[in-house]
């Protein structure tokens, strides 16, 4: 099991073939993630990517657009070790992993938010989704 795991998703109501312009973008990755490296494992498309990340983390990460209704769900994954000398027990490590999950889990928000305001601008909700007018 890896010291630090993050799930989160995010349902973007727009097409899932938008999301290769965002999600594609490699200087986007460098925002959302700049202590990371990433090296793609597995491009999927509109399907999203898999990557292995060095830097600040050494593990894998992964985003997953799944088609649902009338847009799709954005699923982000890491599992990775922190690449820096952890306290060797008790409280501190407990607090420093913490620490490491929350800053990983608000970064993939950031992310996931970010994708989801640029692929709905301009839609009212309760309107269709963005691409499928």
């Not at 097409?15 to 793609?40: F, I, K, N, Q, Y």
Request: aromatic share 8%; charged share 25%; with cysteine.
């Amino acid at each position: 099991m890896s010291s630090i795991q993050v799930a989160d998703e995010t349902f973007v109501a727009a097409s899932p073939h938008a999301v290769r312009e965002v999600l594609g973008d490699r200087a986007h990755w460098r925002r959302w993630w700049p202590d990371l490296t990433l090296s793609v494992v597995e491009d999927r498309a509109e399907q999203g990517f898999r990557w292995t990340v060095a830097g600040g983390v050494v593990g894998t990460m992964e985003v997953w657009c799944q088609a649902v209704l009338d847009g799709f769900v954005l699923h982000y994954f890491l599992h990775a070790e922190p690449d820096e000398i952890l306290p060797s027990g008790g409280r501190a490590l407990g607090d420093r992993l913490a620490h490491l999950n929350h800053d990983r889990r608000v970064a993939g928000r950031v992310m996931s938010t970010e994708v989801k305001n640029r692929l709905e601008a301009g839609r009212s909700i309760g309107d269709p989704a963005a691409g499928r007018n």
